[in-house]
């Protein structure tokens, strides 16, 4: 085998044999042997790769070979990391054959639908990273978005999704997220502030323009650099965020959960709490949904083993 195909020239391979069978302690010597005048910027470059050392020693086989591989590894991936990137130039090229114009790296888009159709017609999406606010109802969408959201996770789209804490106090809400985590859709929890974010594939951001107006513009984001720093930012407050399966009770949930034990009648237990009937009965069923419980027996059994009674 050649070790032209581990990356060295030819005559960087006949200097380095020479020397395992020679060891001259010469550079002329080895250059008048192997006829070759610039014997000495061989061994230079050879000695540069590692496999001589400043007396023309040279590496013993295994090592140079071992060498050889590793750098021809790194090499590979960087070559494949820029292969990769073709795959933006298969989206812009899909986007310029349907829009009819030439796909900007950082694009300013005022209209709220076109942002979802754009991020909905993305070929091949296989992951998407998103911070965002839980509406305030509660109730997962049954459109053809969300339908179409839902047939994603099931073929395998890994998502990964963000939300404050703040935004679970309402229980509706906290049902809201449970729904889509236990579709695939895995939610963590955070108290520190974020912005409003979309990446996809690690290729493609969304960012709302003013994080203050819902109604404002989105920057669609395509340039490498900038989406790489968005993905570090997403990375690092996930690492520290809560998984939804791990959060503690809130103060109301401990309370709700302390009644269910106490009393038998759920108006008695709302009188007691200073709430509505009906604000008690949701708290309840998003308790029991949290626990995955179907009886307020088994959710109470559920929060012992948690330790939460």
Known sequence: MSLQSLGLTDDQERVYRYVLRTRPGDPDTAGADLGLPDVRAVLGELRDLGLLDATLAPLPPAAAVDLLVRRRVEHTSRELARLDSAFD???????????????????????????????????????????????????????????????????????????????????????????????????????????????????????????????????????????????????????RATDLDHLDLTTVEAQVLRTLSEHSKDENAARELNISLRKYRTHVAGLMTRLGATTRFQAALRAKERGWL
């Open 89 to 239: 130039v298969v989206w812009e090229l899909a986007e310029e054959a349907r829009h009819g114009r030439r796909v900007e790296l950082v694009e300013r888009i005022r209209d709220t639908a076109q942002v979802t159709h754009r991020i909905r017609t993305m070929p091949g999406r296989v992951e998407t990273l998103n911070a965002k606010p839980l509406p305030r109802s509660g109730v997962p969408l049954r459109d053809e978005t969300a339908l179409r959201f839902r047939r994603a996770l099931a073929d395998g789209m890994a998502c990964r999704t963000l939300v404050s804490t703040a935004a679970l106090d309402r229980p509706e809400q906290m049902a809201y997220a449970r729904h889509w985590h236990d579709l695939g859709d895995v939610h963590r929890v955070t108290p520190e502030p974020f912005r409003r974010l979309l990446i996809v594939d690690r290729r493609v951001a969304f960012v709302r323009l003013d994080p203050a107006r819902p109604e404002s513009d989105t920057l669609q984001i395509g340039q490498p650099g900038i989406v790489a720093a968005l993905v570090d930012l997403f990375e690092g407050l996930w690492t």
